[in-house]
């Protein structure tokens, strides 16, 4: 996927962090849901969100999460349940 950026890594007072983008309704909902996703750091805020350890945040989630951001960046669909 060149030229497409999915996926960001940071730190934030020495956690790591996760920079996804989403689609901005789902995004809302995260945020509502977790106190530790966060608009995107450094990015469109609407558009991207920043997941931190925490609560809820399991690597079930970081992963459909990832997998989600690549289908967007990719431009792939999902077929509807």
Same mark, same amino acid.
């Given at each position: $996927?060149? #030229? ?11 956690? =790591?962090?996760?920079? @996804? ?16 996703? $966060?608009? #995107? ?11 931190? =350890?925490?609560?809820? @945040? ?24």
């Amino acid at each position: $996927m060149r #030229g497409k950026v999915f996926l960001l890594m940071t730190e934030t007072r020495g956690e =790591p962090v996760v920079i @996804v983008k989403a689609h901005p309704e789902g995004a809302r909902a995260l945020r509502d849901q977790h106190e530790d996703i $966060m608009p #995107g750091h450094y990015l469109d805020k609407v558009h991207w969100i920043s997941v931190g =350890p925490g609560r809820g @945040v399991t690597k079930r989630l970081v992963d459909d999460l990832v997998q989600g951001s690549y289908d967007l960046a990719s431009d792939r669909r999902k077929p509807s349940a």
